[in-house]
């Protein structure tokens, strides 16, 4: 019996976990979408430094209050700054 209350919590942790990276996921797909509408594509990859550090500054104010908000706004920002650096050494814009 304590073996499946044991491992119904480490289930439940693993899901967290996932929890937060899909959510981080899907808030640096989010910036990426408007950031794109609102000053381009090829700017944003351009000015790829400064975007990261917008990113880096504002969502943890965004998602400023819990732990789980916290980790959901550095991992989006480490996706952004990923997926810029990505882009800018492919396309090399």
Known sequence: ????????????????????????ILA??????????????KRMVHHHKLVDITATVGLPM?????????ATAILAGVFISLFLWIVNRLMSF
Do not use: R
Request: no cysteine; aromatic share 10%; proline share 0%.
């Open 1 to 24: 019996m304590i073996h499946s209350i044991i491992s119904n919590l480490n289930f439940e942790h693993q899901l967290h976990k996932m929890e937060v990276i899909i959510l981080a």
């Open 28 to 41: 640096a797909a989010s910036l990426m979408i408007i950031g794109s509408k609102i000053i381009g594509f």
């Open 62 to 70: 965004l998602f400023f209050g819990s732990f789980a908000g916290m």
